[in-house]
């Protein structure tokens, strides 16, 4: 995931808007308008101001994609049934993931 991405993302998750943002990173608006756009790739100073202003750790915008999915909220849920798993079912829920829509309006589980 691209870190003007997952910037946006967490300010979305936390109801920040960019002037909120902004404020509390003390990085002017246009800066972080440009950061999230991905027009400006920010240095670590700046990731430092907007890690703290989103209460997260700068080390948060360094993870891999796979540090990120574990962190998922299905994944949680469904990380307890794994032990019970087998390979061959491992095999078909990969299938039926990879086969699924992308960017699907979230379903409810349960």
């Keep these: ?3 003007s991405n ?3 993302e967490l300010r979305e998750a936390r109801s920040m808007t960019r002037p909120e943002l902004a404020r509390s990173s003390k990085i002017a608006r246009a800066h972080i308008w440009a ?3 991905g027009r400006y790739i920010p240095g670590i100073v700046t990731l430092q101001r907007i890690s703290d202003a989103l209460g997260v750790g700068v080390g948060r915008f360094f993870k891999s994609d796979v540090e990120f999915l574990l962190e998922h909220r299905f994944v949680q849920c469904v990380r307890p049934l ?4 087998n390979d061959g ?3 078909t829920i990969l299938k039926v993931l990879q086969a699924a829509p992308k960017k699907k309006s979230p379903q409810p589980i349960g």
């Design 82 to 85: 794994l032990p019970h798993l």
């Design 35 to 37: 950061i999230e756009s």
């Design 6 to 8: 997952l910037i946006r």
């Design 89 to 91: 079912h491992r095999e």
């Design 1 to 3: 995931m691209m870190v």
